[in-house]
């Protein structure tokens, strides 16, 4: 089992719908959590952050964690073709860690 | 204000050769990490400092890697005797301070190994 599994995709979506992207994760001691964007040939950017358990909203995007079932999610409402991306989890490893560890990424295609 | 530096942008070297990359994290910050990233994969950790003591060298492949920070700022990452699987784009990341906190990106060097 990986680290963290995130579904290759891509993911394609029209433009304003509701795209929903999922990751798990092995470490049960992890207690930070990131959604990064890394378009293509850039850098990863970040996106959300989220440390409790339950939804965290910022803006379009909203990032949900279940640490008993070691699931981070991000949905992005009315998806734009700007959000065209490759979206990476990223884990902080272990309760007193510092390393990213991060999933493969999922591919998201929003088609207008 | 400025970002994670990370030069050269590109660097084409024959195999054999030893190469140094630089990152410049932002201002004020502490923390400096070290990641490789393949094509379609996300960044993996290499090496971690706080301040200038290295951490955690957990990531490093082998000891062709080495990396410093003697200042507490800037840091280089050498891969002595470069060998082909080396060619990948390296990034670096900075964080405010010693915890679980955002690590925000450089725009990383292309590294390619002939």
């Known amino acids: 089992q990986k680290e963290v599994e995130q579904n290759s995709g891509p993911l394609s979506v029209p433009e304003g719908a509701i795209a929903s992207l999922n990751c798990t994760y092995s470490?049960?001691?992890?207690?930070?959590f990131f959604w990064y964007r890394q378009y293509s040939g850039k850098s990863p950017e970040l996106i959300m952050s989220?440390?409790?358990?339950g939804d965290k909203e910022d803006g379009r995007f909203t990032a949900q964690l279940n640490k008993a079932s070691q699931y981070v999610s991000l949905l992005i409402r009315d998806s734009q073709p700007s959000d065209s991306a490759t979206y990476l989890c990223?884990?902080?490893?272990?309760?007193?860690?510092?390393?990213?560890?991060f999933g493969a990424g999922t591919i998201l295609r929003v088609k207008s | 204000g400025a970002g994670v530096s990370q030069s050269p942008r590109y660097k084409v070297t024959k195999r054999g050769q030893d190469v140094a990359l630089r990152c410049d994290p932002i201002?004020?910050?502490?923390?400096l990490y070290w990641y490789r990233q393949a094509l379609g994969q996300g960044p993996e950790f290499l090496t971690y400092?706080?301040?200038?003591?290295?951490?955690?060298k957990s990531g490093l492949p082998n000891d062709r890697f080495s990396a410093e920070r003697p200042e507490g700022s800037i840091s280089t990452l050498t891969i002595q005797r470069t060998e082909q699987r080396d060619s990948a784009m390296y990034r670096c990341?900075?964080?405010?301070?010693?915890?679980?906190?955002?690590?925000?990106f450089g725009p990383g060097t292309r590294l390619l190994v002939l």
């Open positions: 990341a900075s964080s405010l301070g010693d915890g679980q906190e955002t690590q925000y």
């Open positions: 470490d049960r001691g992890s207690q930070s």
């Open positions: 989220i440390y409790s358990n």
């Open positions: 990223a884990v902080i490893w272990g309760e007193y860690g510092n390393k990213l560890v």
């Open positions: 201002s004020g910050h502490v923390s």
């Open positions: 400092f706080n301040y200038e003591a290295q951490q955690d």
